[in-house]
Antibody, heavy 122, light 108 residues
């Protein structure tokens, strides 16, 4: 059974930093690109970031580019999202997501974690 | 960037009725790489349909997807109580991957 379990969310002040982690199991982690998708309170879904299976290629939405860094450890089956210079508009539930296809782009998402909430507020 | 517009924003129906949800793209979606998701309150989204019309294993056959190019439809033949939720479309034919704004199917 595929499982994605996020952790690390919480309350942070504007300008602060937070590191999200995702622990994956139940599939061959090192052959799939992995992704982060977020959802602001009462809003729709926003594609945030992705990383190739080997970690050598990454993608960031314009809204987070330069502030967020995605990384993975294939030896531990973990995915991270380092978030810095956080803004109130980054407030959202952050989902760790597995792509249905192995490549970074051109994929839909067949498994989602339960999400970890991030609140940016003073 | 491909913008996906979902309509209607809210659909009020009764259990047993048919639901028809629309997703319109601002430009043609390459290879009809269009997916549909179901999101119940407080839950993560769940993939229903990929490639515009392919149902994920385990998804009931009352769900069906159709369409091509810029116009796509998700149909639910007979609404069950668990179908009252928000539905999102997503295109993955070109970068950046984008989602529609969602359609809420609520109980009348």
């Amino acid at each position: 059974e595929v499982q994605l379990v996020e952790s690390g969310g919480g309350l942070v002040q504007p300008g602060g930093s937070l590191r999200l982690s995702c622990s994956a199991s139940g599939f061959t982690f090192n052959i799939f690109a992995m992704h982060w998708v977020r959802q602001a309170p009462g809003k729709g879904l926003e594609y945030v970031s992705a990383i190739a299976s080997n970690g050598l290629s990454t993608y960031y939405a314009d809204s987070v580019n330069g502030r967020f860094t995605i990384s993975r450890d294939n030896s531990k089956n973990t995915l991270d999202l380092q978030m810095s210079s956080l803004r109130p508009e980054d407030t959202a539930v952050y989902y760790c997501v597995k792509g249905r296809d192995v490549i970074v782009g051109s994929t839909c998402f067949d498994y989602w974690g339960q999400g970890t909430p991030v609140t940016v507020s003073s | 960037e491909i913008v996906l517009t979902q309509s209607p924003a809210t659909l009020s129906l009764s259990p047993g009725e048919r639901a028809t949800l629309s997703c319109r793209a601002s430009q043609s979606v390459s290879r009809n790489q269009l997916a549909w998701y179901h999101q119940a309150p407080g839950q993560a989204p769940r993939l229903l349909i990929y490639g515009a019309s392919n149902r994920v294993t385990g998804i009931p056959d009352r769900f069906s997807g159709s369409g091509s190019g810029t116009d796509f439809t998700l149909s639910i033949s007979r609404l069950e109580p668990e179908d009252f939720a928000v539905y999102y479309c997503q295109q993955y034919g070109s970068s950046p991957l984008t989602f529609g704004g969602g359609t809420k199917v609520e109980m009348k």
